[in-house]
């Protein structure tokens, strides 16, 4: 039997994201097991940067609910993913479970190929931000099949659905979630990861903040356009790419650590002396 998982990055009890999560996942056709989680409703907390999640074998350390998120997601044959659009970009609960899968280089093994949805809820248009784009990085992470990045306008709770093309596009989405291709690319969009943002540089020359890769901008059918076809396919998440950064890079990091933490402690002391952190009443300061 499949098994669906739909993440709710919002706090809205039946706003917009968890409504039209639930719409999709419905229509999922049967044999199905479905199950909803609100990621506010976890206790996940930040990061520590310890790298000791890098060592094959070894669990995060940090004692909260992100193992969990995790074995959830590893064992769903399908991710549909509801993050809501705020001030320019998407719900912070997002950009901290991106935080905690520094664990990705070895975690991409039990998520590849198996089908993604993002939807993204935003509520005035132009405001959309860079919302897009920063949650393309996950299935790209994850090295998922994403199917849609659907943005849809709709700022009051319920009313995404209101509007019967929207709801049948759910429905729809469910009814093939399994059987449908990875989506495709607009012209203008990064043929990589999809981001709809590209920087400018020197000579021509065009990159995509998210995955790294490089093209030029060329003149085609009376349109400039960029090009990436004229560069090597190599990018962040790339084959390459990604055992560079999370088995090379990442890894190296740790192990110069080791070797210089004696001297990096000499140079952090005359530092911790500087209390001047103001607190909340009753927190206590580190010392």
Known sequence: MKKVLGLVISERRLGNTEILLKEIIKNVPDPCSRELIRLTELTLKSCKGCYQ??????SCSINDDFLFLREHIKDADALIIGLPVYFLGPHAYFK????????????????RGKPCVLVIPFGMRGWEGYARAAALTLPALLKM????????????????VLNEVNAGYAGQLGANLFNSPAG??????????????????PGGLVECPICSG???IVARDGDLLPDFTLEPSTHRFSEAGLEEHFKGWLVGMKERFKTQKDILKKVQQPYKEYDWWVRPPGQK???
């Open 285 to 287: 300061n580190d010392k």
């Open 96 to 111: 901290l479970l991106m935080d905690r899968l520094l664990c990705a280089g070895y975690f991409a093994e039990h998520t």
């Open 184 to 201: 495709q690319w607009g012209k203008l969009d990064c043929p990589r990861c999809g981001s709809d943002l590209l920087r400018f540089l």
């Open 214 to 216: 490089r093209g030029k």
């Open 145 to 160: 099949k994403l199917i849609d990045c659907w943005l849809v306008h709709a700022a009051l709770p319920g009313e995404s």
């Open 53 to 58: 999640c890098l060592i094959p074998g070894n």
